[in-house]
């Protein structure tokens, strides 16, 4: 597998994903007929670049060719490229910030974008998945532990925190802008989005100004009008303000100031520069020169960026390598539903936030919390799962939060609780639903204030302790019935990860199946290979109200009663089989006509299976092309 | 010796901005002034009256009562605006210095003057420390101010820049501090010159002490009216606050070492 990215400098990168693409759900035909099996535009500054994951990386002659194809205007230009562990560095280093690019800021921010444009128009595969999963985890830790997003390398950042060090907030300062060239449009937006309200502008009445004052909301005056009292910060975008800055004039301006402080910027670099105590003078070259020193002290934040990217690569080549390219830190998915909770996971790992799982039982509620501990800055501390509703009522307190000696008959010796050995660590609650109403105000102490009590003690101990939760009941339906406290749901369900259940994502029924198939093979020492088809077919039409635990001890059952190399229908449980027989998922529709049965069958199939044809076809029992002419006969579209 | 570690807990978060350093200064302030206030009560107990009236004694009620303004308006309890860490770095190597001073000049049965007991004039000594401590924060305050925007006016951005708050910010918690020092200075005033009229026959106004006393006081006293009446703000004022502190420090230092006077306890 051959990663690579083509740049092709003066390109718009917009016209790489035309709308009616994202209707056919997978590559373009020119693209996949030279070999490639993933793409993803990736935003540049001034150029157009696509990122390939192919099997034989194609010329840049071939990529060109299906550029201009979707491009009117067919400059030809150079292109460079970067390949495999060059390509994914610079991925990387877009994501954690260590570009040192002055835009690498937004540039993730596109990337995002662009993801999710990709991921709608079926560009996107397995590799690229991980990939970007890697960037989100990898932007969120650096963004989390290093003071990379902390430095301003933007003039517009790097005078609005200026102004934030001499007047505080920004909301009681009035703010005076000289000239009004487009230019000054970012500016404005900056001081604005921190909460700079008096803006007046000073310029021509010619001036056009619908880009800087789109909306009309701030004050205008003729250019003359201007004088040093309109604001306490002032940015001069026009040189004809020069006069007021000489000698006599300036010190008349400011004496009507008091000895208010003023900080002036001077965009257009040739106003003198004036002396006086209560005066901040800052010209564009001055910002130049604070962004170079703050674009320093990012590289040198990066370099421990550098190191983790390097492991990374090193991860994704294991990965890449490996026969488990469908797993995320142990969960098996290849679903869109399980590739949405695999992001979510790589984004809010390195947070600190309480994280609620729900989903059915058996659909690897404990998976997702450890991965979730695993991707954390505390994967090296203990991560200490509880089921709530496995220990007795009576015993859970203690058990959680510990008690002292004599709290209560046979507590002969001091005992810290679950919580306090996790500490610095992950608890994870499951079935949190079980927990009696007096241990739920202990937890909800627990979540606002970080401290807990010992049973029987008087002191609290604070706690760094993340907590996870996890019920396989609607919590909602709980606050209203009153058997749940509502102010700790609301604590608890900050972040909410819904997994959703087996029935929901057959297309991994064949994954897991084959997963548990190999390690139950080797535990009872046979030499099971695989599944028949007949076998399969079951087991893709069963609704496994147990989930993935269901289906383990299915294949569990199965492995034991296999004979020779692969495991036949017979050998399933045979509640499984049983329903295949009688097709227990004939859904019901009412009395309606055989052609609108058909349509609405092939419809609900469809969204089933998350319109993957091959899929639907088997479950069908018809062909592709079948299928095709189904489809344009009912008019079913996506 | 508290005051010691809190102060280089402070200095170390300034200098690094961990968070480690950040809750064992917490603590150790805690702590040093739940020890001191303990070492106090016992004084007031132990003398039965308020530890003010030797330069030690007075010294250590200042500290204490400094460090008390200050952690109070860190954890922003007395006014909307909270105090920045910063500050701690620089008010807490004074007091550890003071401290020391007091518990080194500390003798335990000091002999002293009748006239001196006396609850009014132990209120005076209160209020003048009380102001005291407000005024120190004021020129620290001040004092960063002035640091903080040299940096900025120079374009030469370094640490005060990025750990130190705003320049406004500094301008609000000097001048609140003037004011409420200035008020327990006018207090403390017309106690002094109630006690000093009934025990001196003559009212001594030459005497340098009292006179350079005066001076500060009107220093602040312009201070706080240029604020109110004109306008005044930012650089200006805070050199005020400064002229204003030095002055005191000078009556304290230079002026209880050269000159004689009648009022020779602090």
């Known amino acids: 597998m051959k990663l690579v990215i083509y740049t092709f400098p003066n390109r718009s990168n917009s016209a790489l994903l035309p709308e009616n693409l994202a209707e056919s759900k997978q590559l373009p035909k020119t693209l996949a007929d030279i070999g490639v099996l993933e793409a993803l535009p990736v935003p540049h500054n001034s150029a157009l670049q696509l990122l390939l994951v192919a099997e034989k990386v194609p010329t840049s002659a071939q990529v060109r060719s299906y550029i201009s194809a979707q491009n009117s205007d067919d400059s030809a230009s150079d292109s460079s490229a970067r390949y495999d562990r060059q390509a994914l560095h610079y991925i990387l280093e877009m994501a954690s910030g260590a570009l040192t690019d002055a835009m690498s800021n937004n540039l993730f921010e596109r990337l995002q974008e662009r993801y999710a444009q990709a991921r709608e128009a079926g560009w996107v595969g397995p590799v690229l998945q991980y990939i970007f999963q890697r960037c989100v985890w990898l932007h969120e830790k650096s963004r989390m532990e290093t003071d990379l997003f902390k430095f301003a390398i933007h003039e517009h950042s790097v005078l609005r925190e200026l102004a934030q060090k001499i007047f505080g907030q920004l909301n009681r300062t009035s703010t005076g802008i000289a000239g009004c060239p487009p230019e000054s449009a970012a500016f404005l937006m900056e001081l604005q989005s921190h909460g700079c309200k008096n803006i007046m502008l000073f310029h021509d009445p010619s001036a056009e100004t619908d880009r800087i004052d789109p909306l009309g909301q701030f004050q205008h005056f003729e250019k003359e009008a201007f004088s040093f009292t309109h604001g306490d910060l002032l940015l001069v975008f026009d040189p004809e303000y020069a006069q007021l800055f000489e000698g006599r004039k300036l010190k008349q301006q400011l004496a009507k100031r008091q000895s208010k402080a003023l900080l002036i910027f001077d965009w257009t670099n040739a106003l003198p520069v004036p002396k006086n105590s209560n005066l901040y003078f800052y010209s564009r070259a001055d910002l130049a020169a604070i962004i170079e020193h703050n674009l320093h002290a990012r590289k040198h934040a990066a370099e421990t960026i550098q190191t983790w990217i390097a492991s990374e690569i090193d991860d994704f080549y294991k990965w890449l390598t490996s026969d488990n390219r469908n797993q995320f830190a142990g969960i098996i998915g290849a679903t869109k539903a399980m590739q949405n909770i695999f992001e979510l996971i790589s984004r809010i790992a390195r947070t600190n936030i309480t994280v609620l799982i729900d989903g059915e039982s058996g659909t690897g509620k404990e998976l997702v919390a450890r991965a979730v501990h695993r991707f954390s800055a505390r994967s090296e501390q203990p991560f200490i799962a509880v089921n709530c509703g496995a220990i007795p009522e009576n015993l859970l307190e203690s058990e959680l939060f510990g008690h002292v000696r004599g709290a209560f008959t046979g507590a002969v010796a001091e005992k810290p609780g679950l919580f306090e050995q996790a500490q610095h660590g992950t608890i994870f609650l499951d079935e949190i639903a079980e927990l009696a109403p007096h241990l739920q105000v202990k937890l909800l102490r627990f979540l606002q204030e970080g401290e807990i009590r010992r049973v029987g003690s008087n002191h609290t101990i604070r706690l760094d302790v993340r907590m996870l939760a996890a019920t396989n009941k609607n919590l909602a339906d709980l606050v209203a019935q009153n058997t749940f406290r509502s102010d700790l749901y609301y604590r608890l369900n900050v972040m909410q990860l819904t997994l959703p259940a087996l029935r929901e994502r057959r297309q991994d029924i064949p994954l897991l199946a084959n997963q548990f198939l190999k390690r139950f093979a080797q535990k009872f020492q046979k030499n099971v290979h695989e599944i028949s088809e007949e076998a399969m077919t079951a087991l893709l039409a069963y609704h496994w109200p147990g989930n993935i635990r269901e289906l383990e001890n299915a294949i569990e059952h199965a492995t034991a009663l296999a004979i020779g190399k692969n495991i036949s229908p017979f050998d399933l449980p045979a509640n499984i089989t049983r329903k295949e027989k009688t097709n227990g998922r004939m859904p019901s529709f009412g009395r309606v006509s055989l052609r609108e049965l058909e349509k609405q069958y092939i419809i609900e199939t469809l969204e089933e299976f998350d319109w993957d044809y091959e899929f639907v076809c088997k479950q069908l029992g018809i062909g592709r092309t079948t299928l095709w002419r189904k489809l344009k006969e009912y008019k079913i579209n996506k | ?266």
Do not use: C
């Open chain 2, 1 to 266: 010796m508290l005051y010691g570690i809190t102060s280089l807990f402070y200095l170390r978060d300034f200098l690094y901005k961990r968070g480690s350093d950040r809750t064992n200064a917490q603590r150790t302030i805690v702590l040093a002034l739940g020890l001191h206030a303990a070492f106090l009560v016992y004084l007031v107990l132990g003398l039965r009256r308020i530890p003010v009236a030797t330069l030690s004694e007075a010294l250590s009620t200042f500290v204490w009562l400094t460090a008390l303004i200050y952690w109070l308006l860190e954890k922003g309890l007395v006014t909307q605006l909270k105090a920045d860490r910063s500050m701690g770095t620089f008010i807490l190597p004074i007091l550890w210095l003071l401290f020391t001073v007091a518990n080194l000049t500390f003798q335990a049965d000091e002999p002293i003057a009748e006239v001196l007991k006396d609850v009014r004039f132990e209120m005076h000594v209160f209020a003048m420390l009380l102001s005291y401590g407000a005024f120190t924060i004021s020129f620290i305050a001040s004092l960063l101010h002035i640091l903080l925007a040299r940096e900025i006016k120079k374009r030469d951005l370094r640490l005060f820049y990025s750990r130190l708050p705003s320049l406004a910010f500094f301008d609000n918690i000097s001048n609140r501090a003037v004011d409420i020092g200035l008020f327990f200075a006018t207090i403390g005033f017309a106690l002094g010159f109630y006690s000093a009229a009934k025990v001196w026959d003559s009212f001594l106004l030459a005497d340098p002490k009292f006179l350079v006393t005066v001076f500060s006081w009107a220093i602040y006293f312009v201070h706080f009216f240029g604020r109110r009446f004109i306008g005044w703000s930012g650089r200006l004022v805070a050199n005020l606050s400064i002229l204003g502190y030095s002055v005191i420090l000078f009556s304290f230092i230079i002026i209880s070492l050269l000159f004689s006077s009648l009022h020779r306890f602090i």
